[in-house]
């Protein structure tokens, strides 16, 4: 089955701080999505990437980062919180052939104050 | 602005009933569509998809009607049952894009 995991499952940080949250996935996917919701706008996208070492800009990138390392992991970075990036960001991966069923993490619930 | 957009925040059906989720899209090259079910503190799930060259899908108790002329999907789901309770997002996307847009979602709520 489909595993990708999220790390911190929670986290708290002052504004202006850096914050980074990490997605590993064991499905050899190709393709790695960062997705924030909040209440009223659903999931909407911030980065996601296709291969190692490239991301992409999703429809809400500004105010952060993102780092493709290797295959297995996206990271999404925050150089200087804000208290509007207080959401609940969820990783997801998909594979390589078009087909879009994505699979998510759990989610990780940060809270900027 | 929104390119998919769920215009019910929330819906309550009677268990045994026909609960229907709606979706409206604005691009009409859009041809993948997809709803997603999640729990509270829960991660979304893949329920059902279908790609614009059919206009409905069956999967046991649930259907996706899609009128492309209209630019909407719908989701049926027969005999709701209490652990239908959840919200249900629907998505779109063109083609190899790779970028999944969902709506807001909608909170099912089926009460016995």
């Known amino acids: 089955e489909a595993a990708v995991t999220q790390s911190p499952r929670s986290k708290v940080a002052v504004t202006g701080g850096k914050v980074t949250l990490s997605c590993h996935q064991t499905?050899?996917?190709?393709?790695m999505y960062w997705y924030r919701q909040d209440t009223g706008h659903g999931l909407r996208l911030i980065h996601y990437?296709?291969?190692?070492?490239?991301?992409e800009k999703g429809d809400i990138p500004d105010g952060y980062k993102a780092s493709r390392p290797s295959q297995e992991n996206f990271s999404l970075i925050l150089e200087l919180a804000s208290l509007s990036q207080t959401a609940v960001y969820f990783c997801?991966?998909?594979?390589?052939?078009?087909?879009?069923?994505?699979?998510f993490g759990s989610g990780t619930r940060l809270t900027v104050l | 602005g929104q390119q998919v957009k769920q215009s019910s925040p929330s819906l309550t059906v009677q268990e045994g009933g026909i609960s229907i989720l709606n979706c409206d899209y604005e691009?009409?090259?859009?041809?993948?569509f997809a709803w997603y079910k999640k729990y509270p503190d829960n991660s979304p799930t893949l329920l059902i998809s279908?790609?614009?060259?059919?206009d409905k899908r069956e999967d046991g108790r649930l259907t996706v009607f899609l009128n492309k002329s209209g630019k909407h999907f719908s989701l049926h789901i027969t005999a709701s049952q209490p652990e239908d309770t959840a919200v249900y997002l629907c998505?779109?996307?063109?083609?190899?894009?790779?970028?999944?847009?969902f709506g807001e979602g909608t909170k099912l709520t089926v009460s016995s």
């Open positions: 997801a991966s998909s594979d390589r052939t078009g087909a879009e069923t994505l699979y």
């Open positions: 499905n050899n996917h190709d393709y």
């Open positions: 990437s296709y291969v190692a070492d490239s991301t």
């Open positions: 691009n009409d090259m859009f041809d993948y």
């Open positions: 279908v790609r614009s060259n059919v």
């Open positions: 998505a779109a996307d063109q083609g190899g894009s790779a970028k999944l847009i």
